[in-house]
């Protein structure tokens, strides 16, 4: 009696427990079969899960730098050990804000298979309306794995590995000193048929007499008389080229506000490009310059940006941000004596910036909008105009200490000559400066 009993409960028991281990695989979306060797836990809202698939073994890792999330909106820009957080990985993407849904992460492990872990979104703040936003995927890790590659899944039940696209992780070592430059320019995405060549050759000899040593551009597509200086310059050494065909997946924007400007995605994505341009200089360049194409930042009481920056750093030791006020010099208004109206440069296309000499003056009530320098090791998330999440200080700093000189279309149109400022601070280099620009555009074939 006893003993048959014990047996109806034993078995009972058994068809009880598999019901609830087919409750709990359909609850968490586990496809029911016996071929998985992932095995999850839920500890209070966080599913962190080992698994061990070192069989498995990824194939693909892309040097591309827009990468689909597979069955999702979204998009894989690039990754990076992040050391001020405990080695967390740091995805940059393009994140469509409505399609919201968990996502995993699949990090490959040196010598210990892959570790899939939850997702963290961190949408950043500054996205002007656009419905597709800069946003960091975080992928926390454990101290035995050493993350070497990553990708995003919707799903934290993989068994396809093999087939899928990982981002190689950078900036798996930390170096806080002896960096390879001190001043690297970001330069934000060229596209359309931009063809400016004369400023564009004009501001990086401007910039190299200055004492930056790299130039990072994000490109879309350019003219064919730039891409020829863009070729010359990569050869060179100073310049570092990554390609940004955003417009072969997004229909991105022209403009940096959706109101006015529609698309998918702000500026053709200059926010995403300028937060990745940031990491991936970390450990490479002391400072970084965040700025247009057609902007120069200019000190204006030391010769070079290194003398500059030693001052101000001397002065503020805790900053790590430093913005820069930005001025108008209009494209509409010309030097009367014509110094700088040299021949050889009649046919090159582009603005002449040695002959815009007048300068905006400041406006009551209006604050000129800035750009930057920075430590990189101090941001996490920029903006345009200013940083989104940083460690240490920010400082404005006085515009007769450093300013942007952006020759381009006036703001304050209505302005005479009279009116405006001369400011030929430009002149002081021409010495070098226009043998230089000569140079590069008889070698890159102008
Ligand atoms: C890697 O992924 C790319 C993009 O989907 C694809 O074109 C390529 O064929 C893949 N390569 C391998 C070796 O699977
Ligand atoms: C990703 O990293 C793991 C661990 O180092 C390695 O076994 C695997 O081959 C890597 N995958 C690719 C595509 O490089
Ligand atoms: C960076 O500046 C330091 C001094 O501040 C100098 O010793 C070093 O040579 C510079 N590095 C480069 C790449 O110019
Ligand atoms: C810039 O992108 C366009 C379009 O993809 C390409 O044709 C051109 O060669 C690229 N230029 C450089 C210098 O990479
Ligand atoms: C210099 O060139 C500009 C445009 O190329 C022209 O408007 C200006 O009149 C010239 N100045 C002189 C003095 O020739
Ligand atoms: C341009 O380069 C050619 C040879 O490469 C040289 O003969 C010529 O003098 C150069 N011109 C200038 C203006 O530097």
Known sequence: ??????????????????????????????????????????????????ADLS???AKNLTEQNITPIKDTKHFLVSAYKDHRIDGTIRIISIYRRDDVRRLYCIIGCAQHGYLVTAADVDIHRDHFGFPYHTTDLLCKTEPKCDAANVTISNSPYTTDIPDMIFLPIRNRERNEHNFKYNFTVCISNLFGTYNNVLQFVQTIEVYKLLGIQKVVIYNTSCGPDLDKVLHYYREEGTLEIHQWPIDQFLNPSKGWNFEEHKGDLHYYGQLTTLNDCIYRNMYRSKYLLLNDIDEIIMPYKHATLELLLEDLQRQNPTVGVFLIENHIFPKTIFDDMGRFNLTQWKNVPGINILIHIYREPDRKNVFNPTKMIINPRQVVQTSVHSVLKNYGDTLRVPPNVCRIIHVRVPLQGSLTKEQLIVDTKLWEYQKDLVQNIDSVLNKSGI
Do not use: A, D
Not at 11 to 19: P, R
């Open 55 to 57: 069989n498995q073994c």
């Open 1 to 50: 009696m006893e003993k048959t009993c014990s047996k109806k409960v034993f078995f009972l028991s058994l068809i009880l427990l598999g019901i609830m281990w087919i409750i709990y695989r359909i609850v968490f979306k586990i496809p029911l079969g016996w071929n998985l060797t992932i095995y999850p836990h839920l500890w209070g809202n966080y599913l962190y899960i080992t």
